[in-house]
């Protein structure tokens, strides 16, 4: 099936005029980055109609918390201490990862601490708050989660599936060896495992054990039947990287066999986008609720003097995730700092997206890697209302025509290429939901698909109009 012929095998098409619906998850921008300074990041969107975040702050005192009615929001908004740490004896060094949960009716926060006389005694802990606003209402410390092996333990989530509560937390075993495990326990209430907890997962892999052996901060997303915990791995310098275990929902959870781990990061610095050791990710929703959100750290810049920890620019950040038509997850490479970028499926061809494959515009399914596919849309290069469309992996790139075909290129600071790589946005020429990009120095010709491959082109026919509309997604 070529792409300039329409495909009366579309749902609600006929021949020539071939008709998809609008995306059921359409793009979503954030800027980059969230909040400055603020590690270990957790967002939740609550049914109060607010975002609630949390993070760790540099001086490892404190619990803060802020909340606005959009993820962007939270960037701005006032930020509460709602716990600080013990003058003495538990509790009272290195707040870490701090985490908040709405469960039955309850604020929970799960966070890391140490003691004042042993900072390194590093055990989870459970704070609850009972009144309907988290940022006023009183916090009741619940104490130290009891796990049957007392050692260094930290980063402890929560999740359902099936109707059970789990926890998830990562710790040192020394019978298993240095660094820290994954680990997985039923929950009799908020605060309290029941059962023997089981081992799901040891850093054994090159990329789990640069600097230190780890596994930390896990999290979870659920989607299709399957559950996805994510977590991080090696150090906590620009070695620092995502990996990812795969459960079916109806599995025995607890039965370590029933996980899977991806046998290369998900998720990993990239010095083309300038981003470094992202990881200790957690999961929100966008506003619309139609979209998957991840929410990171990393750090702007790769060599760190010192130790990791004592380094305060970890900073929160956030991007869209995607999923492949296997129901997977791709979360793609932690993108530049700004605006986060979008990609673009095609009205006619929806499981196709515009990529560049050898610097040549094309539309492709299964796109991978993901950031070839990911475009940020920016003022135009001409200016005059137009935009211009930046590769997401070659920062610097734009999509611009040249002999009339499409290609991702270096900006040269020409004028030509400036215009070549300007477009007037319009609603979509086959359907006002999308888009149709018109060429800035070639009015009527408009970006669309033939044979898959991407041209600038006068649109004439119905099957024309269709090529030269996509969708933000």
Same mark, same amino acid.
């Given at each position: 099936m070529m792409a300039g012929t329409a495909a009366a095998t579309l749902t609600g098409a006929t021949a020539g005029t071939a008709h998809a619906a609008a995306p059921a998850s359409p793009a979503v921008t954030y800027t980059n980055t969230l909040a400055e300074q603020r590690a270990d990041p957790h967002i939740l969107k609550h049914t109060d109609g607010f975002y609630y975040f949390t993070a760790t702050v540099p001086a490892y005192d404190r619990i803060v918390l802020r909340r606005a009615t959009t993820i962007q929001g939270l960037a701005s908004a006032a930020e509460t201490t709602i716990w600080t740490r013990h003058s003495s004896g538990e509790m009272g060094a290195h707040i870490w990862a701090p985490e908040i949960h709405s469960i039955d009716g309850r604020w929970y926060i799960y966070f890391a601490a140490g003691a004042t006389d042993d900072v390194w005694r590093i055990r989870p802990y459970v704070l609850e708050c009972a009144a309907a606003d988290p940022l006023t209402g009183t916090w009741t410390e619940r104490g130290r989660i009891a796990l049957p092996l007392d050692t260094f333990s930290l980063d402890a989530t929560t999740f359902v599936v099936n109707g059970a509560r789990y926890l998830c937390w990562a710790q040192n075993d020394p019978a298993v060896g240095s660094g820290t495990n994954l680990y997985l326990a039923r929950m009799s209430n908020p605060w309290t495992i029941t059962g023997t907890p089981v081992r799901i997962s040891t850093p054994t892999a090159a990329?789990? =054990? *640069?600097?230190?052996?780890? +596994?930390?901060?896990?999290? *979870?997303?659920?989607?299709? %039947?399957? *559950?996805? !915990? @994510?977590?991080?791995?090696? $150090?906590?310098?620009?070695?620092?990287?995502?990996?990812? !275990?795969?459960?079916?929902?109806? $599995?025995? !959870?607890?039965?370590? &066999?029933?996980?899977?781990? =991806?046998?290369?990061?998900?998720?990993?610095?990239? $010095? #083309?986008?300038?981003?470094?050791?992202?990881?200790? +990710?957690?999961? =929100?929703?966008?506003?619309? %609720?139609?979209?998957?959100? &991840?929410?990171?750290?990393?750090? %702007?810049?790769r060599d760190i003097t010192g130790d990791p920890l004592n380094d305060p620019n970890r900073r929160t950040r956030v991007q869209k995730i995607y999923w492949k038509a296997d129901g997977t997850p791709v979360f793609g490479i932690p993108v530049a700092d700004g605006l986060t970028p979008v990609r673009l499926s095609s009205h006619n061809f929806p499981d196709r997206f515009i990529r560049h494959w050898d610097y040549r515009a094309r539309l492709e399914p299964d796109v991978s890697p993901l950031a070839d596919s990911q475009f940020r849309t920016v003022p135009g290069l001409t200016g005059t209302g137009t935009v211009s469309l930046e590769s997401a992996n070659f920062p610097g790139y734009y &999509?611009?025509?040249?002999?009339?075909?499409?290609?991702?290129?270096?900006?040269?600071?020409?004028?030509?290429?400036?215009?070549?790589?300007?477009?007037?946005?319009?609603?979509?020429? #086959?359907?006002?939901?999308?888009?149709?990009?018109? /060429?800035?120095?070639?009015? %009527?010709?408009?970006?669309?698909?033939?044979?898959? !491959?991407?041209?600038?082109? @006068?649109?004439?026919? /119905?099957?024309?109009?269709?090529?030269?509309?996509?969708?933000?997604?």
């Open positions: 990329w789990e =054990t *640069v600097g230190h052996r780890v +596994n930390e901060g896990p999290a *979870v997303i659920q989607r299709g %039947g399957k *559950v996805f !915990l @994510t977590f991080s791995a090696s $150090a906590t310098d620009a070695n620092y990287c995502m990996g990812l !275990l795969t459960a079916s929902a109806s $599995a025995d !959870l607890l039965n370590p &066999l029933s996980w899977a781990k =991806t046998p290369t990061p998900v998720f990993a610095s990239n $010095a #083309a986008t300038g981003q470094y050791g992202p990881g200790h +990710n957690q999961f =929100t929703v966008s506003e619309d %609720g139609k979209s998957d959100i &991840l929410v990171y750290h990393d750090r %702007g810049y &999509l611009r025509h040249k002999n009339f075909e499409l290609r991702v290129e270096k900006h040269d600071g020409t004028s030509q290429f400036r215009a070549d790589a300007s477009f007037t946005a319009h609603p979509g020429l #086959a359907d006002p939901a999308g888009i149709s990009y018109e /060429s800035y120095n070639y009015p %009527g010709r408009y970006i669309r698909h033939y044979d898959y !491959l991407l041209n600038v082109q @006068t649109p004439s026919t /119905s099957t024309d109009r269709a090529d030269a509309t996509f969708y933000a997604q």
